[in-house]
């Protein structure tokens, strides 16, 4: 069992930063390819980004490639996402997520373990 906290989510302006972060336990954390999923009420969990177990490799929406950034330190446990030049659009719930698997995935359906979610909310 792997449990997974995220951490760093608030209000911010647009064109604002803002890093989330999310800690994982519970199991060899270098196993897990790592995501980012965001959502809204009434709508579909949204995929973001996700990072390759040694981190060599990342995957991102193409609604926040070049704003935003996912990383790893497999020493703290600990994934990443540093979020650039936001937009109202980017309000949300993010989620991390854990797949113990060797590809970097993209749908939610496919990673096993998630955290519970922090708030990011983006004033115009």
């Known amino acids: 069992q792997v449990q997974l906290v995220e951490s760093g989510g608030g209000l911010v302006q647009a064109g604002g930063s803002l890093k989330l972060s999310c800690v994982v336990s519970?199991?060899?954390?270098?196993?897990?390819?790592m995501g980012w999923f965001r959502q809204n009420p009434g709508k579909e969990r949204e995929f973001v980004a996700a990072?390759?177990?040694?981190?060599?490799?990342?995957y991102y929406a193409d609604s926040v490639k070049g704003r935003f950034t996912i990383s790893r330190d497999n020493a703290k446990n600990t994934v990443y996402l540093q979020m650039n030049s936001l937009k109202p659009e980017d309000t949300a719930v993010y989620y991390c997520?854990?797949?113990?698997?060797?590809?970097?995935?993209?749908?939610?359906?496919?990673?096993?373990?998630w955290g519970q979610g922090t708030q990011v909310t983006v004033s115009s």
């Open positions: 519970g199991r060899t954390f270098s196993s897990y390819v």
């Open positions: 997520a854990a797949a113990g698997t060797l590809n970097v995935l993209t749908r939610s359906n496919e990673f096993a373990s």
């Open positions: 990072i390759a177990r040694s981190g060599g490799t990342t």
